[in-house]
């Protein structure tokens, strides 16, 4: 456990309630808040299968423990070591499902870090987006493995994207237009709620939102451009907004 | 003195290493075989499972799965017997085939039926 956090939250405690009486601009007598304090992450655990068939579908499961057994809140970041041998296809908060796509050897592997380091341009945990403002981005200057090509080159190769700039994850979640249609950009069901219109329809997923790493990114690049009006992004490691709008544009 | 306090709940916030991203990890490396889908083997057998060879009367043979590109991949087999009964016992263990033949007549009208099957791994957990 780290000691600042049990000081600072003892002193965040302390701060709320003084700050509280000073702007009622009455005595407090006697005040209390209850600060609940979560250890840290410190071990992962992480289940599934080691042998596989081309074409299976694998599903590992990752738990986050505090080594006191305490309670305790982490964020997982999945990635496989060589996508070209198997790709993540779905998340969920606790599991992550893989497909074997070639013979080889791959490493699945999940990181668990605490919620606030992982955390960027997010303002709190209601849906908001923090993120707010145009940012025009020409399909051009987005980064590709290979040239786009209409009707080729392949889908949105997301994996490279985020190997390119040195990214283990990033979970986006963004409001875009191309000309006078909206696309919805998600990798994660978080979205869903805050633009369940633009989500929604025409080709709305059964499940949660996350089933859809990118959601229609291939049909609004060929349009030739993007204008981002929104975005709620959590990377691993984090990203500030500079460097996102150096990815970005 | 609440500014006080503040000013080192500030100083905590901001202080090196409260921020700072307390990563752990784990990792499983996994082997991909091919599916397979083929059996290369070293028995008295022709293409269609005909006994080749009444001599001697027990055999025991390895057999290869191979996946669809002809690369080697771990499976279980099934060995079928077709035809007159009571003539050949036909036993699977790991990857080795035992043939016993019982009678000397008959023999010809026999076909082994070799199938492979994709394992079934326990997994890690146990479950």
Redesign the interface.
Known sequence: MNWRWVVAAFLAAFAVGAMTAAAMGQEVIQDSVTVTVLERPEIVVLQGPDRAYRGDRLTYMARALDPDGNPTLAFLVWSVSDTSVAQIVSVTDSTATVEARAVGTFVVRVEVGPLDSLRVGFAGDDGTFAWEGEIQIEADSLIYAEPWEEGGGGPFPFQEYLKAYGLLYIQACALFYSGDQPWGFSSHEICYPAYAGTFGAPDAPAGPLYRLAVYGAREALSGGGLTLLAALIRSSPPVDRVALRRMLL | M?WL??L??AL??F?P????????????????????VAIAHDCPLDERGRIQSYAPLVVTCTLRAL?I?G?W??ATFVAELLGPEGRVEATVADSTLTLSLLARTGLPGVRVVLTPA??V?P???GG
Not at chain 2, 18 to 28: C, D, L, P, R, T
Not at chain 2, 31 to 36: A, H, R
């Open positions: 609440r306090m503040l080192a709940l905590l916030a202080a290493g409260a921020g700072a991203q307390e990563v752990q990890s784990a990792e499983i490396e996994v082997i991909v075989w091919g599916y397979p996946d590109d690369l991949t771990p994709p394992v791994w997994r890690p957990d």
